[in-house]
């Protein structure tokens, strides 16, 4: 626990010069979700280290696409923690952390549609196929990658890797094909 105490604080002290962006710039513009107004009064109300693993359970995860970047940097320092302190109270939030952090490359559209690719909806699988092809050569999954984290100083990007790092230690049996070390590959590892 000492460990998971001293990440929390250097991501505190990397991330401590973010502020709040307004609230109106919390959530995208362009968001028309019904799951926009619930996220949206949480971020109003809460301060990033307020949010209860309830919060992010029931509010935020599967919502972290409607955050403007600048929202995403000031709650990303929680975040991690609550993915780091995950004791199976916050859903899928964890993975989705693990997805987020994940740099996107082109070898992803086949990947994330192997389970369902021996199938009999062959069809569909080429159709899906080819739609995700479509949507990693448009390169908006790295250009959201690099909103959020392209941009971090680079104290905020080492202690986001310790972070990522802690958690491969601590969660690393629960990604039995070293995801985690995919992840620090792709964007993390130290220069």
């Known amino acids: 626990m000492q460990q998971t105490e001293n990440v929390i604080k250097q991501l505190k002290l990397a991330f401590g010069h973010r502020t709040k962006?307004?609230?109106?710039?919390?959530?995208?513009?362009?968001?028309?979700?019904?799951?926009?107004?619930?996220?949206?009064?949480?971020?109003?109300?809460?301060?990033?280290?307020?949010?209860?693993?309830?919060?992010?359970r029931e509010v935020v995860s599967s919502?972290?696409?409607?955050?403007?970047?600048?929202?995403?940097?000031?709650?990303?320092?929680?975040?991690?923690?609550?993915?780091?302190?995950?004791?199976?109270?916050?859903?899928?939030?964890?993975?989705?952390?693990?997805?987020?952090l994940t740099r996107p490359n082109i070898e992803d559209a086949d990947s994330k549609l192997e389970p369902i690719a021996g199938r009999d909806e062959v069809q569909f699988v080429r159709e899906l196929r080819g739609f995700h092809h479509e949507w990693y050569s448009s390169g908006w999954p790295d250009t959201l990658f690099l909103q959020r984290y392209g941009t971090l100083t680079d104290d905020e990007k080492a202690?986001?890797?310790?972070?990522?790092?802690?958690?491969?230690?601590?969660?690393?049996?629960?990604?039995?094909?070293?995801?985690?070390?995919?992840?620090?590959?792709?964007?993390?590892r130290a220069s």
């Open 159 to 188: 202690a986001v890797l310790t972070c990522i790092e802690a958690f491969r230690e601590r969660f690393g049996n629960d990604y039995p094909d070293d995801e985690l070390g995919e992840v620090i590959a792709r964007y993390w």
């Open 63 to 100: 919502n972290l696409w409607m955050l403007t970047p600048a929202a995403f940097h000031y709650y990303l320092p929680a975040f991690l923690a609550a993915m780091l302190n995950d004791k199976g109270n916050i859903g899928l939030f964890s993975d989705e952390m693990v997805d987020s």
């Open 21 to 56: 962006p307004h609230n109106q710039h919390l959530i995208v513009a362009d968001v028309f979700d019904p799951e926009k107004e619930p996220l949206e009064a949480l971020l109003i109300a809460k301060e990033p280290w307020d949010l209860t693993p309830d919060d992010i």
